[in-house]
């Protein structure tokens, strides 16, 4: 079967993360969750006393900085060889990622990074600017979206399941924060891209959108297969 590359784009909580890995697992895909080297970065600001407001100061800091994905089982992130894949989840990085990700120069260094590990094919890669700017020329490109009641629930789930307690309220007051940051900012705001193929999970449940996506993978190589024989 022909591997592709497939782009996830959209906003916090809306499930395109769990979906994203779950598809690249069941396809034997390599999978980059592109927010996790933001979140990695900007807990390396956060422990390095780095200002997240100090733009020239985080930039220099990006610069002397080694992000990785190790893929296998489940996906760890390498934050100059430290493994800080649950780290990265705490909220101060949350709440200081979309602040540090806005910065057109640390967005190139993790841009070019991401781009070399996704030309391989063969890959599921999410964020917020991957069907729009990262590879705007996808295999297939998706928009997960869902509203912000559930995806603030989810949210609050995950966090629980951390051991962190939040009230709804706050929740989704920083959800909608960050929904601000991403979509308004100038470099690589977070929109639907081009020719993606919207999914709305609010009432899904993550099988059924796993199975969604697989069946457009499906249409998709069974497709390119046949232009192939012609
Ligand atoms: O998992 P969650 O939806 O909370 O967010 P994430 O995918 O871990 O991304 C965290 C943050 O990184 C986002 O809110 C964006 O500010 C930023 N990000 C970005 O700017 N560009 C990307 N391609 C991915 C994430």
Sequence with gaps: MKRILIAIDGPAGSGK??????VARRLGYVYIDTGA??????LKVLNSNVDPADEAAVVELARA???????????????????VTE???????????????SYPEVRQLMVAEQRKIGSKKGCVI?????GTVVFPDADLKFY??????????????????RG???????VVRELK????????RETSPLRKADGAIEIDTTKLTINEQVEIVLNYVNEVTMGQEEMQKK
């Design 17 to 22: 993360s769990t979906t994203a890995e779950l």
């Design 37 to 42: 080297m933001y979140r990695a970065m900007t």
């Design 65 to 83: 900085t080694s992000i990785s994905l190790v893929n296998g089982g489940e996906m760890r992130v390498l934050l100059d060889g430290n493994d």
């Design 87 to 101: 780290a990265i989840r705490s909220e101060p990085v949350t709440n200081n990622v979309s602040l540090v990700s």
């Design 126 to 130: 999410d964020g917020r600017d991957i």
């Design 144 to 161: 997960i979206v869902a509203d912000i009641m559930e995806r603030a629930r989810r949210r609050q789930e995950e966090l629980s399941a």
């Design 164 to 170: 962190e307690e939040l009230p709804i309220v706050q």
């Design 177 to 184: 924060e960050r929904d601000r940051k991403d979509s308004t």
